[in-house]
């Protein structure tokens, strides 16, 4: 079993920057790769970044590629979003998940973290 707690959000105003935690725990053998999704009011959930186990990173939005970086720390099972110029549009509960090897859909969501951008 796998738990994934988020934290880091908070109200900022645009500009400003926040960075978000993905605490992993548990049987982390079979996780292929960890992904941020955001859910803005009235919205669907959509995939921001991802982070593979081998390392490799991709950014699924072009609006947060070069203001929004993922990162992982090994020692501390963690994975990271820094968000930089954070914009209003960026408001949304943030949430991260494994993929689990072979899989195609995100399983073990966390709780969420609120990001509010004011303007």
């Known amino acids: 079993q796998v738990h994934v707690v988020e934290s880091g959000g908070g109200l900022v105003q645009a500009g400003e920057s926040l960075r978000l935690s993905c605490a992993v725990s548990?049987?982390?053998?079979?996780?292929?790769?960890v992904g941020w999704h955001r859910q803005a009011p009235a919205k669907q959930r959509e995939l921001v970044a991802v982070?593979?186990?081998?390392?490799?990173?991709?950014y699924a939005l072009d609006s947060v590629k070069g203001r929004f970086t993922i990162s992982r720390d090994d020692a501390k099972n963690t994975v990271y979003l820094q968000m930089n110029s954070l914009k209003p549009e960026d408001t949304a509960i943030y949430y991260c998940?494994?993929?689990?090897?072979?899989?195609?859909?995100?399983?073990?969501w966390g709780r969420g973290t609120q990001v509010t951008v004011s303007s």
């Open positions: 548990g049987n982390m053998f079979n996780i292929a790769a």
């Open positions: 982070i593979l186990a081998n390392g490799a990173i991709g």
């Open positions: 998940a494994t993929l689990r090897k072979g899989f195609a859909k995100y399983e073990n």
